[in-house]
């Protein structure tokens, strides 16, 4: 690894830059918009700018901006996805998880079979996309384990559903097991820093291997190199100053972009929940307008990044943040091992949004919002540097919405309701006509056909 990797978050850089910022004259502020609206993403130094701004004025044209990056990038899709918890054995010491060392609980691995009856539990509910989520214990959950569980994922059918792409978010770890990740076909590989601030980072995590900030830094840099090309980001909020965490992403990304031409395809958002046994008593927990506006900001610092809320979130902030730019949600989801096939589990931190997936699809619809399974991009080859340059050019447009409207119309005739059938129906046919490319609007329609005629598994 390159000095390079070791030294892109200076913390006293940062500081300043966020003393420096406050106070943005207008004609400044007006180009940083005006850039951030062309869709050419922002630098760090834009970043902290439009995050030091105190100004009311000014926050609600960010609001507004974000608002209109969203829809020009993504339109009014949402992705959906849920997470599976396989192990919550974990050697770590997180003051902030409930499945820290130490801590007495019943903990639980599962076997390839009872992971077979977690997939068919969330295939019943229609999802395609799975995020693998596991505690790290490198005796007990080995990569080889984790390996046969995405086999195990990725072989269950059951009735119409079948998962399609499993994001992996598990610890840090070296380059041989990312190789290993990569030849089992995983979609992104996600790892929250939790904070970029070392003096905090090193206090929250005091044993284990986590407990190794550069080690945990230098992760991402680690999976690119054994060839995972697309990485997901994450923070999270309410360990350190929201403000400094968003620029240091933003470094992060252009680091990852410097050495290997693609920074994250994703960054997830995750706020400090109440989690059984936590030790810890959040200082920095931004207020909800607070984090309405640090999604915004990384909205139009990055716009072809997926940025992801979970169920972490309530019903409420989540409709706010699809304003402000989110593009994926989870959506039924148990943060427990064995949670959708079991009952009593212990859960990593409490939710916010226990609505099932089904009234999460609704009330999207009812929104205006394309609820999306689409997992075309990575099943054909469309991923890291070549993905973000399609999306870049405006091209991955023409085949996001086909596949989102193909997607759901899939969803509505295996899952859903008479009322979810007659609504997405009519948004269907009212989408259709969003597709620009004739040709296109024209393939999209003759699959649409194929799925009300049984065929299954189609895109674009
Ligand atoms: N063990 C892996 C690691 O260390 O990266 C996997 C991560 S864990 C299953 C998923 C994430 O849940 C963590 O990275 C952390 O950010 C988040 N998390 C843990 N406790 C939380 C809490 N109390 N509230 C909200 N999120 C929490």
């Given at each position: 690894m390159s000095n390079e990797s070791l030294q892109f978050i200076d913390e006293e850089y940062i500081h300043r830059l966020l003393g420096d910022t406050r106070d943005i004259p207008g004609a400044a502020f007006g180009d940083i918009l005006d850039k951030a609206l062309k869709l050419k993403g922002l630098t760090h130094q834009e970043t902290a700018a439009l995050l030091s701004t105190g100004s009311q004025e000014q926050i609600q044209r960010i609001f507004e901006a974000?608002?209109?990056?969203?829809?020009q990038v993504y339109g009014d899709r949402i992705v959906l996805f849920a997470p599976l918890y396989i192990s919550d054995l974990c050697v770590?010491?997180?003051?902030?998880?409930?499945?820290?060392?130490?801590?007495?609980?019943?903990?639980?691995?599962?076997?390839?079979?009872?992971?077979?009856?977690?997939?068919?539990?969330?295939?019943?509910?229609?999802?395609?996309?799975?995020?693998?989520?596991?505690?790290?214990d490198p005796?007990?959950?080995?990569?080889?384990?984790?390996?046969?569980?995405?086999?195990?994922?990725?072989s269950e059918k059951?009735?119409?559903?079948?998962?399609?792409?499993v994001n992996v978010n598990i610890a840090a770890t070296g380059t041989e097991d990312y190789r290993?990740?990569?030849?089992?076909?995983?979609?992104?590989?996600?790892?929250?820093?939790?904070?970029?601030?070392?003096?905090t980072y090193e206090t929250v995590h005091p044993a284990g291997p986590k407990s190794d900030y550069l080690y945990h830094l230098t992760a991402l840099d680690r999976a690119m190199e054994a060839g995972l090309d697309d990485v997901g980001a994450g923070v999270?909020?309410?360990?350190?100053?929201?403000?400094?965490?968003?620029?240091?992403?933003?470094?992060?990304?252009?680091?990852?972009?410097?050495?290997?031409?693609?920074?994250?395809?994703?960054?997830?958002?995750?706020?400090i929940r109440p989690a059984q046994g936590s030790v810890f008593a959040p200082q920095y927990m931004p207020s909800d307008q607070e984090f309405l506006r640090t999604a915004a900001v990384l909205r139009l610092a990055v716009p072809f990044t997926g940025i992801i809320i979970s169920t972490r979130e309530s019903p409420g902030m989540r409709k706010k943040l699809i304003d402000c730019g989110i593009s994926q949600l989870s959506g039924?989801?148990?943060?427990?091992?064995?949670?959708?096939?079991?009952?009593?589990?212990?859960?990593?931190?409490d939710v916010d949004d226990e609505r099932p997936v089904s009234e999460i699809i609704e009330c999207l619809i009812r929104q205006g919002n394309?609820?999306?399974?689409?997992?075309?991009?990575?099943?054909?080859?469309?991923?890291?540097?070549?993905?973000?340059?399609?999306?870049?050019?405006?091209?991955i447009k023409n085949l996001c919405l086909p596949n989102s409207l193909i997607t759901l119309a899939e969803y509505a005739a295996d899952y859903g309701s008479e009322e979810i059938i007659q609504k997405a129906g009519k948004l269907i046919a009212d989408q259709l006509d969003g597709i620009t490319d004739e040709s296109m609007r024209e393939r999209t329609r003759e699959i649409l056909r194929r799925i009300k005629n049984g065929e299954r598994d189609l895109y674009v």
């Open positions: 974000a608002k209109q990056v969203r829809e770590n010491s997180c003051l902030y998880c409930s499945f820290r060392h130490g801590r007495g609980f019943s903990r639980k691995k599962l076997s390839q079979e009872q992971i077979r009856a977690e997939v068919r539990a969330l295939e019943a509910m229609g999802h395609k996309r799975l995020a693998l989520e596991a505690g790290e005796d007990a959950c080995p990569i080889e384990y984790v390996v046969d569980a995405l086999k195990t994922i990725y059951h009735k119409s559903g079948d998962i399609r792409r290993k990740l990569k030849e089992a076909g995983i979609g992104t590989y996600i790892l929250f820093q939790e904070t970029y601030h070392r003096r999270l909020f309410g360990l350190y100053d929201s403000r400094f965490e968003a620029i240091a992403l933003i470094l992060h990304n252009e680091h990852l972009e410097r050495e290997y031409g693609v920074g994250f395809h994703t960054i997830s958002l995750p706020r039924g989801s148990r943060a427990g091992v064995g949670g959708y096939s079991g009952s009593g589990v212990a859960a990593q931190f394309i609820p999306s399974f689409c997992t075309a991009c990575y099943r054909s080859g469309r991923t890291g540097e070549y993905f973000m340059d399609m999306a870049k050019s405006g091209n």
